[in-house]
């Protein structure tokens, strides 16, 4: 995890509505897919995922308590946030306001780089950003670890931002409880000399259809294909591990794309289907494949949303960007390379 500031928020006379602190965390992409969950409320997921975290799409997330105020004031992107998205930060904000034994309401800034509910993992750079700056506002000292298993309490993946470069989410154990939230967190993956670019083709930024929790639960009911892809899984992730420490990029980037491509097909036998796959993934799913037959180390891997995400080297990074931009034309294509944790910006008292 990149090195962070401690923030002093208890400074001897200093009044307890003026805490505040400022964090970024960046976005990052599952490599081995997380889908699915074994407890709703404590995010628990049923198998274990590991990801890579970029070095775009940062979120930048100020919390400032405030004593008088009677309620959280929550602004993304300069903008009052209401409904569903509300909710779920005032229901974090709660969690942290139970450990840290303070009652204070909080305002709350965030300021996001990456589309929005397009399978883009804005939730995942949210919530690490949210964690680490209302932590540090309240009060709260935590380490990594600790600061992970909380992050996973408000978007599974953002457990994974806290970290830089490779992280691993564990799934735990049991079917909840403490026990199951204390087993379930992030820790970072060593890997060999690996000098990775993930090329990031956005077709569609638009929001999805179906969210992520709704798709995720109805692929869990209905699905015939979900337990075996669980099940195999849990297979891609140990041969994963193993490639990552040798350094076999072409052994990385051939795991990921079954273990992904894998994870749509069960949603396409879900009850009704879900189906994210647009025209135009399946053109650049196609151009991925072109590449590797001329000899380029190139693979694709896709979250729940139509973009898609191609991991290759740094050096051909440029030539796949082209290529997809030519196979998908009016999408966006962003070159991503591995990318630090979750950190502090420096915040005076005021």
């Known amino acids: 995890m990149a090195e962070q500031q401690t923030l002093s928020v208890l400074e001897p006379g200093a009044a307890t509505d003026r805490a505040v602190a400022t964090a970024v965390a960046q976005p990052n992409i599952a490599l081995i897919k997380y889908w699915g969950k074994r407890d709703e409320e404590l995010v628990l997921p049923r198998t274990d995922s590991l990801s890579m975290t970029l070095d775009i799409f940062p979120t930048t997330t100020r919390v400032h308590l405030d004593r008088t105020a009677l309620h959280d004031r929550v602004a993304l992107n300069g903008a009052s946030a209401t409904g569903e998205a509300l909710r779920r930060i005032v229901a974090f904000l709660d969690l942290v306001r139970e450990r840290s034994g303070r009652p204070e309401r909080a305002v709350v800034d965030t300021r996001n780089t990456v589309p929005t509910g397009a399978g883009l993992a804005s939730s995942a ?5 949210l964690a680490l700056a209302a932590t540090t506002a309240y009060g709260l000292d935590l380490g990594p670890v600790a600061l992970s298993r909380l992050a ?7 457990s994974r931002s806290v970290f830089g470069g490779f992280a691993v989410w564990h799934a735990g154990h049991g079917a909840g409880g403490p026990d199951g939230d204390l087993a379930s967190y992030a820790e ?8 990775p670019a993930l090329v990031v083709a956005v077709v569609n930024a638009g929001p999805k259809d179906v969210s992520s929790r709704a798709a995720m ?15 195999s899984s849990r297979d891609d992730l140990a041969a994963m591990r193993t490639a990552l420490l040798r350094a076999d990029l072409d052994a990385v980037g051939e795991i990921a794309e079954r273990n992904a491509l894998g994870m749509h097909a069960t949603m396409l036998a879900a009850r009704p289907a879900v189906r994210y796959l647009a025209p135009a993934s399946l053109t650049v799913l196609d151009a991925v494949a072109r590449l590797r037959r001329d000899g380029v180390c190139a693979y694709a891997t ?4 139509p973009n898609v995400k191609v991991l290759c080297r740094r050096v051909d990074a440029e030539r796949v960007a082209s290529v997809l931009r030519g196979a998908a034309p009016g999408s966006t294509v962003h070159v991503a390379l591995p990318g630090p944790g979750a950190r502090l910006l ?3 008292w005021r």
């Open 152 to 158: 996973r309490r408000g978007s599974g993946s953002a």
């Open 217 to 231: 639960r109805r692929t869990v009911d209905t699905s015939p294909l979900y337990g075996p892809w669980a099940a």
């Open 302 to 305: 896709m979250d729940a949303g």
């Open 188 to 195: 970072p993956v060593p890997a060999g000399d690996l000098d």
């Open 125 to 129: 750079s949210g919530f690490a950003a």
């Open 346 to 348: 420096d915040e005076a």
